[in-house]
């Protein structure tokens, strides 16, 4: 960095993660740095993995789709997503519109496909009064830390995923595949190895297996890359997988979680891979204003429950698929 450039790059936190890049006056403009920045960029997030740009002029949502897009990379559209987002145009969205009391753990954007985006921003329009932060964790550390035999398992068999759309529990598939055609829906499927099967209640089921670990086509990392803790039925609270078993199969419920070749995981292996990802997480406020650019295979990222506004939208870019 040149003593020139009208920022500064600091840790923000012992771990390293995020490195801070904090403007050193307030008119200095996220975008008219980009020069400068890209290469900062460049050097440090294959690093660290997850960068924060702070007290930077934005320019709002509209700059920080600028930003986003000035990589090089068309902005992502939001395929196949599992929760609930508003589109607000060109390539950028909301965060996860689940209710303010409920948290989020932390997970790799779409590891849950075998397609996902290689870089993901997040910008805070509006700093939440309380909580609402987006933890981050190492994904390089959480594979480190989780036991090898896990870690084999997971290698070997990879993780299938089983959706039900629609019903009123989760996503409809018109909102998931962005089309009511169901012949758009089909050849996506098939050109994604996801098995779907149309209901005689007109919704759909489907399985796919994908990677539990993978490899960082770049750094040759290897990193926990996958959602089984989260789509697994032991994320659900007990009162509301007792409700859900009372009324459907389970085959029947909305997203549930296997190894690859079908078997159950059992439940005391996602309690230990939960808990190094707890130990992991790194947490930091949100500041208006606030843009954090994460490697979205080298870092998770999560939401804490919050009070009063919130509004975080977030851009992703540069698709990779299958890099184990």
């Not at 007792?242 to 078997?263: F, H, I, K, Q």
């Amino acid at each position: 960095m040149s003593t020139a450039d009208p920022f500064t790059v600091l840790p923000f936190t012992d771990s390293g993660l995020p490195l801070l890049i904090r403007a050193d006056a307030p008119s200095v403009s996220l975008q008219g740095t980009f020069p400068l920045l890209q290469r900062l960029i460049d050097e440090h997030l294959p690093r660290c993995g997850g960068l924060l740009f702070r007290g930077f002029e934005v320019d709002g949502i509209e700059g920080f789709r600028g930003f986003a897009a000035g990589f090089g990379h068309p902005l992502l559209n939001y395929e196949f997503g599992s929760t609930p987002r508003t589109e607000l145009g060109g390539g950028v969205y909301t965060s996860t519109e689940y209710p303010p009391h409920q948290s989020i753990p932390l997970h790799n954007e779409q590891a849950y496909t075998r397609e996902w985006p290689m870089k993901i921003w997040f910008y805070c329009a509006i700093a939440p009064e309380q909580g609402g932060e987006t933890p981050i964790a190492d994904s390089r550390a959480i594979y480190r830390r989780i036991d090898p035999a896990i870690r084999s398992r997971f290698a070997e068999r990879g993780v299938m995923y089983v959706r039900n759309y629609g019903n009123g529990l989760d996503v409809p598939w018109t909102q998931v595949f962005n089309t009511t055609d169901r012949a758009r829906v089909e050849a996506f499927c098939h050109s994604h190895a996801i098995v779907c099967e149309w209901r005689e209640d007109g919704d759909l089921r489907t399985r796919q297996v994908c990677q539990g670990v993978a490899r960082h086509p770049r750094t040759g990392d290897r990193v926990w890359f996958n959602q089984a803790h989260l789509f697994h039925t032991s994320n659900l609270a007990p009162e509301i997988r007792e409700s859900l078993l009372a009324v459907v199969d389970e085959d029947e419920l909305p997203r549930n979680a296997y190894y690859g070749d079908g078997s159950p995981i059992e439940e005391t292996v996602l309690d230990e891979i939960r808990a190094v990802l707890r130990e992991e997480q790194v947490r930091f406020p949100w500041v208006a204003g606030d843009v954090l650019m994460l490697d979205n295979m080298l870092t998770a990222h999560a939401r804490a429950p919050f009070k009063g506004p919130r509004r975080i939208v977030v851009a992703m870019a540069e698709p990779c698929r299958e890099a184990n």
